[in-house]
């Protein structure tokens, strides 16, 4: 199985750049992954998709699958178990066995929630369970919301919210924010924002249809109290899907794969794009983008070649 270009992972990424290189007439193949379509096939609706208004994440993911092929791109519904970058072209072999070479790729495996693990949080997934402040604040308009973190990435998520909701509880583990991000000090002092501290969610209870309330867990004296809520928004990390190339791609302390001149790495030839390398905004449309902008530097590559 040889191809001009392979693609590692089927999301807004991965599907973009097949389409950029498909309709640039190169023999391209896209390996989807354990989890065809990304992590928009586990969303409700998206709404902020320029030219959709509403439209749900499995639907959309479908469509630009079907964009992708109908552009010439193959697509396998396997996992790329083993690479070897080492040398051209590089080779890549599948859970089924399958060898593939390809004189350039892309890799857009993506990241991965960190989740709590708690009882009831599968279950109201897309429920009133979410990672993307940015995603779905606007479904919380005048409502109560939990955010679970104190870093960064949980500041940057409660000061989003505070435009929405009535009111955002943040509920940290520790003793104290570990963010250092200057957007902290908007939100300690924005009155729709409190603080619950040395506490985690010990399990997210609903109605069957929607999040209604969560139990938290003082840490210290380990007593447990039951808080109302519509929305619990889980802010405590992600994990780059990047460890099938360590020792061969450069990563920062993160694992997140490191990219020069937009979206090359450490090795000529291969691209990253998606949420395998964008630690910062993590949106579909970034991602697409993001996805056309290494396909186009391997359409480059490839010609220089």
Same mark, same amino acid.
């Given at each position: ?185 908007? =939100? ?25 309330? =969560? ?60 949420? =395998? ?29």
């Amino acid at each position: 199985m040889e191809y001009q270009l392979a693609v590692i992972g089927s999301g807004p990424a991965g599907l973009t750049a097949a389409v950029y290189a498909s309709r640039a007439k190169l023999r391209t193949i896209v390996i989807e992954g354990p989890q065809p379509g990304g992590q928009l096939m586990t969303t409700t609706n998206v709404e902020n998709w320029p030219g959709n208004i509403s439209i749900p994440g499995p639907d959309l993911m479908i469509n630009m699958r079907s964009h992708a092929e109908a552009c010439g791109a193959e697509l396998l519904m396997e996992t790329v178990v083993s690479v070897d970058l080492s040398k051209r072209p590089f080779t890549l072999t599948t859970d089924s066995g399958k060898v593939i070479t390809a004189q350039a790729l892309i890799v857009g495996t993506g990241a991965k929630s960190k989740t709590l693990n708690c009882p009831g949080e599968s279950e109201y997934w897309a429920k009133g369970v979410s990672t993307c402040a940015t995603c779905d604040g606007p479904f919380f308009e005048g409502k109560d919301v939990v955010i679970v973190g104190g870093g960064n990435t949980a500041v940057t998520e409660a000061e989003h919210l505070t435009h929405f909701a009535k009111s955002v509880t943040v509920v940290h583990i520790l003793d104290q924010l570990t963010a250092n991000d200057p957007i902290k000090d908007k =939100v300690l002092v924005n009155p729709k924002a409190s603080f619950v501290y040395n506490t985690t969610v010990v399990e997210i209870k609903g109605d069957g249809n929607k999040v209604t309330e =969560v139990v938290l867990e003082n840490q210290k004296t380990k007593e447990r109290t039951v808080k109302a809520t519509d929305g619990v928004f889980i802010a405590i990390g992600f994990n780059p899907n990047t460890s099938l190339f360590k020792g061969q791609l450069a990563m920062d302390n993160y694992g997140y794969l490191t990219v020069t001149n937009h979206t090359r790495t450490s090795v000529p030839g291969v691209f990253a794009a998606g949420d =395998v390398s964008d630690y910062r905004y993590r949106q579909a449309i970034t991602s697409a983008g993001v996805g056309c902008m290494a396909s186009l530097d391997a359409q480059a590559f490839l010609a220089e070649k």
